[in-house]
């Protein structure tokens, strides 16, 4: 099964959707997703555990001359990314079916384009081919916001359009400059390539910055998540929800497959300032996550949080910490997708508004939203049995191991999340009813996306070892180069302080 | 016993889902005795497993099951295993058995409630939780369950949501849970670092090699542990919660906050004893701030008005005599006291329910008063928790708190001064806790009292939150709008009168010299304990005089005060006025806290939202890039004038321009 | 005759034309002064055609003048549209296609 059919699939469905006419356009969003999951589903069903490489390779060559290769791969770091995004879009494509867009066709295009170009990023095994993937990937948002976006809109998506592509292309001249001064014969931007032609040192690192810079500004990370309150605020929220759930995902991913393998000079060198980063992101995104009112921030600060976290795995440079930054990545897009959906619910029920202070006591008379509300809440802050928590244990693991001063003070940022968390939880669900609540239960619509989801939730709390096990393998060997500089470095400072 | 074993983890959960996904369909009466039975069930299910357990050789009763892989990766080992020895058995056994009599009481006292089957579920959820607890057999599976109930506690705290003040409790329990449970991963993390794996057997093996006696390493792992034991067993200074949990319902109180939750502290370091026996600079700290914390709740025992948290307080105080005494060593006996405490706490807080019951919901002692003669069953159930509180003999308290303090002297030392504090305790307890008896069942009969003697049962004009006092909106149909007292509802009469003849007799299965049931029976898990327990006869004979004698005067003190001479208690809050403010505010921990802790990230907070955010982030950083990319394209797009002469002339001009320049290249 | 003075002429013409271009703002006058600059160049094609000898100079110039037409049709067109819209006859005030 060729992996270009998982990825092209919702393109083209969503190509196919803009010519149906009228009432069917509505759910011209479904078809394609749902084949991209059950694709996806295959994928991994016919993974095969414990092996390192790549499975169900496609290569071929694309752009001769520059060593352009359309390569795409699954592997470990990869395989359950995937089935997050493929489920994620399915779910908020039948989320956004409830509602009447103006020129549903189009809409579900760019949708159906954003998937595509997800799952490109995901799969992508060539340098340039996944640069191109990760800025075709933002572009269908630029046009979901602006057109069918809220208040302020064109405004908020010009200026995170923007900053994002500043970042896009410092990434893009790093990547020509990794294909064009690696040592070896020939140009070429294949990742398995270039993981055996390291770049000097002093390359590595300008490299390095700014591919993080890329990345940081996608998660969005503490200081470069300037974008995000007016961003989120405008996005409408089926969009919001697959944004904010895989593609600060996709950053993540990035860093353990082309960042850690391509410049492990660069990465041993500058860990402390990423730990450092991912750490001010942990406690700022905390503390305005608890103080701010609009719902969705409050999930926009704690996504900040819980990608500082996901940083902080993988630059612990441990393969704990880097299995618990996967399993943490696929985790939080899980959790944060029906939060954006109970969001919706509760914006529903209090009037439209969505502020935190114009809600309470919706419980009442919706006790299955309630329950499930409370299960999300109780992930979303990583509570022990959640499978939230066997990441962020096995993140804090890692980089306990590598430097425990980190870790310490990470752990307040675990105690501040169950604040937010909860606090979310109280004003919306609890206390006296607000001024502007008409409280209802789900409607069978509405548990037809939410319920599937949290039943994953709870499927995956209780055997988080099947993420484990498939991506042992390849996470030793993202991280194996970096964790080598690092014992060469401390090999040779021994033997310099010596007897 | 594998199945068995499985099973008492497994009937709470299908109780509580069962409930759960029927919350509809089920009638009140089918959810409680669903929910009562699910318990009762696995109550049966540990006496089999203890019965099969007894049957294997006595250095063959540790047995771990396992059910499969939870994290298995990158040398962390934790994978879904329950441990099966006497401890996890003892546990299990008073869990379920006091668990089976509170859910006993509960069809009864929560009745017309309209949460009744949302009740049932959580309280089921909350056994499954506190079992998984007891019987996890790595740490991870340890702390799973140690947040579980910490939710499970949250869950039923706020059980009456619309109370602000019941969900700020429940807030606040929760988070310092979490704090608790930072501190136990931690912990974790400490211990693991050396010993390489999480299972609780393979950890305790490789103590002696990996962790020499009070390393850095231990230490520091065993006082994170007691991190998390002092949040979850609310003792000094992670106590604040444990009052103001008192929102929920009575049977919440009984049940978790008295005889099983507060109480995983107690397990913990029980557990861990291989390891704190390692660590004797944290065991000392335990032992310390148990006393501390018995000796500060006794105090504010003394002044609080409210009927709950008298008893919470008491049994903040209870609780750090039995921190004290496993953190000293004294295994056997700090794990008799728990057992004994849970039967007269939970008998204590049943009966506190039926008089606030009669008291149409007023939890407030001042308001209180003369209930002797209408409520007899009560008053007796009271007497006999008093009694077994105050250590008074033949009751149950009697012999567990004493055999705690016995070790207390025979370790001597420093440790004096815990014996002394530890008999202080004792006497405070006794004048706090027969002070509660006799200002709510002696003096004038208050009104609702009255009415109960004429027969019919009080109801205030309009509901009411005791706490703050408001009106509550009662539309929504709970806090249910029954009353339901002791004397007239059968479930409750059943579980109090059981529990009454348990704390009466409870104290038979370690009689100092005459019986040694229990010690024999938690003896496989306490092997290779390097603390000795050999009781001093003198000191013995000495404790037990000294403790009756204390139970007796304290019963004669808070008689004198109370009943004789009513006037008393007045003149001494104004002699010790300021005693009297400090006991009043708790010793403003809360304060201490809201200072120290809540403030800063409050205004950390805000700081970032309305400074930082704004001028630094948004104007600087992403102003900036934007900015500039807009000001280029500004420039750019000056050229783009759409003046047609303009166009013309830098075409002409340009052509002109190119022309010249190849002329004069090529000339 | 030397070819010098069919050049010269054409370089009159062609300044002439682009003067008329670049000062004019009625946009029928442009457009003449463009036909102006249009047949220098086809002055100057032609004679160079004279002076090679072969007929290459005067075909180009016939391609010219077939593209003249056209693009003189199309401004016409354009003139025509302006004027039924009411819209001044200016072209410095014809400047909506402005960044």
Redesign the interface.
Known sequence: MSLSILVWVPLAAATVGLLVPGAGSRFAGIPGAAAACVLAIVTVVRFKTGTPGLQFVTDETWIAELGIHYKLGVDGLNLFLILLATVLFLASAIWASFTEWERPGLFFFWFGLAESGVLGALTAQDLALFVIFFDLMLVPFLFLTGTWGGDNRVAAI??LF??TL?GSLLMLSAAIATGVLAPGNGITFVLSDLATRRLPTGSQEWIFLFFAAAFLVKMPAF?????M?DGYRAMPLPVLAVFSGILSKVAAYGFLRVVLPLYPNASVHFQELMLLIALASIL?GS??A???TNARLILGYSSVAQLGFIVLGIFSL???GA?GAIIQAVNHGLVVAPAFFIVALLAARAGGAEDIRLMG?I??RA?VLA?MF?IVT?AL?A???SSN??GE??I??GV??AKIVF??IA?SG???A??YA??MF?RA?????GPQVATREMSFADGLVLVPLVLAILAFAL???IA??KG?ASV?RSIGPAVQVQQQASATQHAEVGP | MQASAWLILLCPLIGCIVI?LG?RVWPARVVGALGTVAIAAAFVFAVNATLHLQDRAEDQRQVVYTA?????????DAKLSILVDPLSMFMALVVTGVSTLIHLYSIAYLGGDRGYA?FFAYLNFFVFSMLLLVLAANF?LL??G???VG?AS??LI?FW??R?TA?SA??KA??IN??G??GL??GT?FI??QSGTLDFLGTFAKAPQVFPKGSADITAGCLLLLVGAFAKSAQVPLHTWLPDAMEGPTPVSALIHAATMVTAGVYLIARMHPLFERAPAAADVGAIVGAATLLIAGTIGLVVTDLKRVIAYSTMSQIGYMIMGVSAGAYVAGLFHLMTHAFFKALLFMAAGSVISAMGGEQNLDKMGGFRKAMPFTYACFIVGGLALSGIPPFSGFFSKDEILLVMGEQGGWKWALYVAGYLGAFLTAIYTWRMIFRAFHGEAVEPARDLEDGHLYHPPAPFNPASGEEE?VE?GFPGPEHHIAERAMPMKAAMSLLAVLATIGGVVLIPKTTTWLDDFLEPSFRGSSVVANPDDTLLVIGLILGTVLGLLGVFVAYTIWVRRPGTSARWVERFSFLHRLFVNKWYFDELIDLLVVRP??W???W??QTF?RV???NA???G??GI?RAGSAA??????????AY??LL?FGVVAVGLYFLIQSA | MSVDWFLVVSALVFCIG?GG???RRNPLV?LLCLELMLNAANIALIAFARMWGNVDGQIFAIVVMVVAACEVCIGLGLVVAIYRRRLPID??E??????
Do not use: C
């Not at chain 1, 200081?223 to 974008?227: A, E, F, K, T």
């Not at chain 2, 499969?68 to 962390?76: E, F, H, Q, S």
């Open positions: 010009i200026k923007i900053y500043v200081p470069l998540h300037g974008w309150p700022y503390a305005m608890f103080t701010t441990r393969p704990e299995q006591g419980a009442f006790p329950t409370l109780f802050l509570m022990p049995g928590f066997v244990f096995l804090l693991l306990f191991r870790a310490i752990f675990v105690v501040m169950s604040v909860l606090r109280i669900m609890h206390n006296r009813v055997y988080p070892q484990l096990n042992q030793v | 759960g919350y499969w892989d939870y994290a298995v990766t990158a040398g962390v949302r991870l702390i799973v140690w947040a579980f939710a949250y869950m706020s949501y619309r602000t969900t429940g807030i929760f988070v979490v704090l449970d930072v991963v931690l993390f693991f670092k909106d929504v990230a409050l950390f907070g805000r970032g939202q955010e630094f982030v948004n950083l992403v102003g890039p934007s990319v750019v797009r000056a050229a783009q004038s759409g003046f047609l002469r013309a002339a002409l | 682009a271009v670049l000062t442009v072209v410095d014809l400047r909506e296609l402005q960044g």
